[in-house]
């Protein structure tokens, strides 16, 4: 690459230029090694109790901020915060999603995607139909043994979060421009060897963000690996969901010290089996 795509956590222009203009960029040692740790460690009790989870797979936890202590540690530091509201471009803001993410040796590289459900047509057949709808980065993860290409990470198309956008010569999106094929193909694809596709190169601790639309993959699993994000909206994007308020939202909710509590003002939590 002939840009940088590197920064410090205080420089807030830059890395929102790198945003707008490459649609990906990395911020360094955003987490100390101990909370590097304890997110592992974290995602193991949360996630795999019991080490059931066997080679070649993966694990999700995709509410991981009702149960992490270390996550609500970050939403407590000001530098922290500073830095993802400024991406938003407002400080009134709720939490909107988060996750974790366990992947075992062998897991196989998945398709080239799209987070984002804003361009979905017809009725909403989802949760995340009704989460994924907005221009806030969906990117905020920490990958907690690194990113690499010869030790597995993630993977990002250059330049594809704007809608003027167009694939590769020999490749194609689907209508609701949520994955990559090849043309002639109808699999999506998950290969690292088109033009714009980009290996993320980043450390333990380090903060990989992404733009909305930003096309991204996780590359094949070479190691037991540990990710985990979260995502904030403003207070003023209300999102009225077809489900109640979880039991495990309520908990983290109640358990959460008086001055934090305003973060979970406007938080929907997410029902996994809501159906329309």
Not at 15 to 20: D, E, V, W
Not at 264 to 271: A, C, H, K, L, N
Request: hydrophobic share 30%.
């Amino acid at each position: 690459m002939d840009y940088n795509i590197y920064f410090d956590r205080n420089d807030l222009s830059g890395i929102r230029q790198a945003l707008a203009t490459y649609g990906y960029c990395v911020v360094r040692q955003v987490i100390t090694p101990d909370q590097v740790q304890r997110l592992k460690d974290e995602i193991d009790r949360f996630v795999d109790p019991d080490r059931t989870v066997p080679p070649a797979s993966g694990k999700y936890h995709l509410t991981f901020a009702e149960e992490s202590e270390v996550l609500w540690e970050l939403v407590d530091d000001p530098e922290y915060m500073k830095l993802r509201t400024s991406l938003i471009g407002d400080t009134e803001v709720c939490l909107h999603r988060s996750a974790a993410i366990l992947r075992t040796p062998g897991d196989p590289a998945g398709a080239w995607h799209s987070d984002h459900c804003g361009q979905r047509k017809g009725p909403k057949n989802n949760a995340n139909d009704f989460l994924n709808r907005y221009s806030m980065p969906s990117g905020g993860w920490f990958y907690l043994n690194g990113s690499h290409p010869d030790r597995s990470g993630i993977a990002v198309m250059e330049y594809s979060h704007t809608e003027e956008w167009q694939p590769p010569e020999g490749f194609h999106m689907d209508d609701e421009r949520r994955m990559l094929y090849r043309d002639g193909d109808d699999t999506p694809y998950s290969k690292l060897d088109a033009p714009g596709m980009v290996p993320v190169i980043a450390d333990p601790g380090d903060l990989i963000l992404f733009s909305a639309l930003t096309l991204h993959v996780n590359m094949e699993t070479k190691e037991r690996r540990y990710s985990c994000g979260m995502a904030f909206r403003p207070k003023s994007i209300q999102i009225d969901v077809p489900w109640k308020l979880t039991e495990g939202a309520q908990k983290m909710i109640d358990r959460l010290p008086a001055h934090l509590k305003h973060y979970t003002e406007g938080y929907t939590s997410i029902d996994l089996n809501w159906k329309p």
